[in-house]
């Protein structure tokens, strides 16, 4: 079997390259090239030559062809124009998402098959195995191809399945993951072993196959800035919210004992949580919710608040100066370059100062060109229970157990890449695929993919 690997440069690539030519495999190596432009860069600088001189070094020492292919024109198409595309629209896209979907496991495959490859491998820290029934045999699809199953990665703290989420079993049947089952320091001593020239270097980091970089400088190569308000919300905001209020109404409903809570109870993801800190929700009773109920559950609160000015006189001359009348739901705390540069979540890169806490990106109004932001970890309009997956957005790697509407069942959810699993229901209807978390959780953001795991293995994604 004649397999291409794709060598970045980096370590984990290398060792998998490594491992599939001590297997007996006919292994080649391919480096593609998908960015030219280094101004976008914060090195400022042709890192890709660097990661091929590295990359052709490590095929020579492993004793492989190494090939370079350019991919560059369709990494701009499918996934640059896809985020400026996006970001546009106020969303926040996953370019590692849809690099692997567009270009590794397509373009990237296209090209590996002209070279006469029968399967593409790569560096990913995530398994496949065959599907079986419960009786050992394989399971089929209505063409009787095998149907596969992607699994998380045996390091934990690796594990990069989420990039693999919207993969198709066409995709996956041709794709090989060599260090699924083994964890970095062991990737790295057996680099360091076979004397590869990738095995201290750093992994790489910031866009897939652009690098590190400020992400507004690189938006505003399409994107134009727009000065426009920051407006701080205030808690007492919700208490008159109608949103607000449908979704505590609506969430106290769903519990035995009738108060849900409405607010994440953990400060950071990479902290333990407290397993008490969750609510337990009565299936039947989800089950009896309306789509339109659960389609108003799932909607974000909506921001519109007005400051009214007053003329004043000030200092001995009494100057005539104008300022806004103090509201007790919010303030206008700064200014910004444009809302499509900032991210639901975000604390970073607003500039305000006299405060407490952190301050959050709670919401972005495109059309109004306004930044919505709330103070502290435990701000009501940091957290959200619900979400929907609008059904030309649902993907289901395995299709064979893919949901019929009006089917409910329990999965773990993540959505983001290193989010620990979250306990929720999931609810097909017409309008979509609804997702309730145990725990509200913290900046759900438009863009972003959600994905749901049976135990480890990956199911299917979709586009929040």
């Known amino acids: ?28 190596a391919m480096f593609m090239q998908n960015w030219h432009d280094a101004d976008a860069t914060l090195h400022g600088d042709c890192e890709w030559e660097e990661d091929r001189f590295v990359a052709e070094m490590v095929a020579r020492k492993i004793g492989i062809p190494f090939y370079f292919v ?107 993951f060599p260090i699924g089952d083994i964890e970095k ?3 790295r ?10 095995a201290d270097k750093k992994d790489s980091q910031g866009i897939c196959f652009v690098g590190k970089v400020d992400l507004p400088t690189f938006l505003q190569q399409k994107l134009a800035p727009k000065e426009g308000e920051i407006i701080e919300v205030y808690p007492a905001y919700y208490e008159t919210n109608e949103q607000y209020q449908y979704e505590r109404k609506t969430l106290d409903s769903l519990t035995p004992e009738g108060h849900a809570q409405m607010i994440t109870g953990y400060i950071s993801e990479d902290k333990a949580q407290d397993p008490k800190a969750h609510n337990v929700f009565d299936l039947s009773k989800i089950e009896a919710l309306g789509d339109d109920e659960l389609e108003r559950l799932s909607r974000p609160v909506d921001y519109s ?71 502290g970890h435990k701000h009501p309009g940091l957290s959200r229970s619900c979400l929907r997956i609008l059904p030309e957005e649902l993907h289901w ?5 893919e949901m019929k509407v009006g089917e409910i069942r329990r999965y773990k959810v993540r959505i983001r890449y290193r989010q620990p699993l979250q306990s929720a229901t999931l609810i097909m209807r017409e309008n979509g695929l609804f997702i309730l978390f145990d725990e509200p959780q913290r900046g759900i953001t438009a863009g972003q993919f959600a994905v749901w795991y049976d135990g480890q293995e990956m199911l299917g ?4």
């Open 189 to 198: 001593r057996l680099a360091k072993e076979a004397d590869l020239p990738s």
């Open 305 to 375: 608040l007005h400051f009214e000015t007053e003329t004043y006189r000030s200092g001995k001359h009494h100057v005539k100066k104008t300022r806004y009348k103090e509201n007790p739901y919010g303030k206008i705390v700064g200014k910004h370059n444009g809302a499509q540069f900032y991210t639901i979540g975000q604390r970073k890169g607003l500039n305000v100062g006299g405060h407490q806490d952190s301050l959050f990106i709670i919401s972005i109004d495109i059309d109004k060109n306004i930044v919505y932001v709330g103070e």
């Open 185 to 187: 320091p062991e990737v």
């Open 397 to 401: 790697i395995r299709r064979d157990l």
């Open 70 to 176: 350019d991919l560059s024109k369709t990494y701009r198409k499918r996934v640059v124009d896809y985020m400026f595309e996006e970001y546009s629209k106020g969303r926040t896209p996953n370019p590692d998402v849809l690099c692997n979907r567009e270009i590794k496991f397509d373009a990237f495959w296209q090209e590996a098959k002209k070279l006469g490859a029968d399967m593409v491998a790569t560096g990913h820290y995530c398994k496949k195995e065959a599907a079986k029934d419960e009786n050992g045999q394989p399971l089929l699809d209505e063409k009787g191809e095998p149907i596969c199953r992607i699994l998380a990665g045996d390091d934990k703290n690796k594990d990069q399945s989420y990039f693999l989420c919207q993969l198709t079993q066409e995709q996956l049947s041709k794709s090989l």
């Open 461 to 464: 994604s979709g586009v929040i």
């Open 1 to 28: 079997m004649k397999i291409c690997i794709g060598l970045s440069g980096g370590v984990d690539s290398s060792v998998a390259a490594l491992l599939l030519k001590r297997q007996g495999y006919d292994v080649f």
